[in-house]
């Protein structure tokens, strides 16, 4: 590369890579972000920065292992926001020659891209948008009004305050945002159909992700798995779709009885009775499933886990099942697939740009847990269609997500932007 190009990208939480310099609690999320511009900041002629919303009381500028790094302090009476000093001066000491947003659905991402006049490239995640039909999981009415269990009227008002108070919102911004892109980063067939409803005249550039470290080093088989244990990556909400995989293993269980489901995340048991979780979240409609169909034996939540947890988690799985009513490019299917883990989807959003039914993945038809109970027990039965698909999940996931393609995609992408004028 002849000319040098400056990229800030902005982040929604601190980066592992930086959150002990600046005194902030390391998350599990993020590791990807970390992993991707590390390996940017060593392509000769691009000079890499990152402005993080930070719960930290001040402004910080840090410079480690050659990326510039500014904390920007997030909003006191709004978390999901900043103030837009920080942002312009994010911007002044940075001077890019790209700004490169990841995410499109916080209040801060808009401050960035009002203060910023030059080329402006946004990297799509969930498209909030597209996922407005689903928040509530196809649970409908009547699943909340149950005589046996009348505290599901409350969650059910929970569920729909959240809707209208939190989420509703939080739409129009992310079409502002959007809609102020001249670039936008993308994954998928659905990413790039949404990326053409909210904003048709940006140019739509492709380009997969780097997974975080320990799913390269990592790789399933079935001498070392647990039998006939099913993982899901994630049951905080409904539209992630845990109560059909918990009613899947219901039916699971009568083929084979020691089928066991864990679902990441907190568990909900181990909270206080008096906790808002235990008495009026979508954990206390999943929690009363699992109790109502026998089956607080055989479901366990794993409690929060960083990425080395998650990934030996998954491994130690026989079959990872993705129960979710719409995603873009799920880490959980592409890490499995990473891993060589048999891995059950639904048929929902990007999914299919990531696998081919019958192929690297089985798909089922979103909201249908017969379907989904009957994919797991193929896989559960047939060891060598089980190993057929964990060898072409494997060969797939390390040609889309390998490291050097991805950075070269990315500074292809980085030329390209640089050399069109902005609007």
């Known amino acids: 590369m002849t000319d040098s190009i400056s990229i800030l990208w902005t982040s929604n939480i601190v980066l592992p890579a930086v959150a002990a310099l600046l005194g902030v609690p390391e998350t599990p ?49 709004d978390l999901y926001d900043v103030a837009q000093a920080d942002c312009d001066r994010a911007l002044t000491e940075f001077s890019p020659d790209i700004l490169h947003v990841e995410g499109t659905e916080m209040a801060y991402t808009r401050r960035f891209l009002s203060s910023w006049q030059g080329r402006r490239l946004i990297s799509l995640q969930g498209v909030i948008n597209g996922c407005k039909s689903y928040q509530f999981g196809h649970l409908k009415a009547g699943d909340f009004l149950n005589p046996q269990h009348p505290q599901h009227a409350l969650v059910g008002l929970a569920l729909l305050a959240n809707n209208l108070v939190r989420f509703r919102p939080r739409l129009h911004g992310e079409r502002e945002t959007i809609a102020m892109a001249d670039h936008i980063l993308g994954r998928t067939i659905w990413d790039r159909a949404q990326a053409n409803w909210l904003n048709p005249t940006a140019q739509y550039h492709h380009c997969p992700r780097i997974l975080r470290e320990p799913f390269y080093e990592k790789t399933w088989s079935r001498d070392t798995c647990e039998p006939f244990s099913i993982f899901v990556g994630n049951g905080a909400s409904a539209l992630k779709g845990a109560h059909f995989a918990v009613q899947a293993l219901a039916l699971i269980r009568r083929s084979f009885p020691k089928a066991k489901l864990y679902i990441a995340g907190r568990n909900p048991w181990s909270l206080s009775r008096l906790s808002a979780q235990r008495l009026i979240g979508y954990s206390v409609y999943l929690m009363d499933l699992i109790s109502d169909l026998g089956l607080r034996d055989h479901v366990v939540f794993t409690g929060q886990l960083d990425a080395e947890q998650m990934a030996e988690r998954m491994r130690r799985a026989h079959v990872v099942a993705l129960a979710s009513l719409i995603e873009n490019s799920p880490n959980t299917l592409a890490e499995a697939m990473m891993m060589g883990v048999p891995a059950v989807s639904s048929y929902a959003g990007g999914v299919p740009s990531m696998a081919q039914d ?66």
């Open 29 to 77: 999320f993020g590791g990807w972000l970390s992993v991707t511009t590390s390996r940017l900041a060593q392509v000769e002629g691009l000079r890499i920065g990152v402005a993080m919303r930070a719960p930290v009381s001040g402004f910080q500028h840090v410079h480690h292992e050659g990326i510039d790094y500014f904390a920007v302090p997030q909003a006191r009476g």
């Open 358 to 423: 019958g192929e690297e993945a089985l798909f089922y038809r979103a909201g249908d847990p017969v379907m989904l109970a009957w994919q797991v027990q193929r896989l559960f039965a047939d060891d060598s269609l089980a190993d057929r698909v964990s060898q072409a999940a494997r060969a797939r996931a390390a040609i889309t997500h390998d490291p050097q393609n991805v950075v070269d995609t990315l500074v292809r992408t980085y030329r390209a932007v640089s050399k069109v004028r902005p609007a």
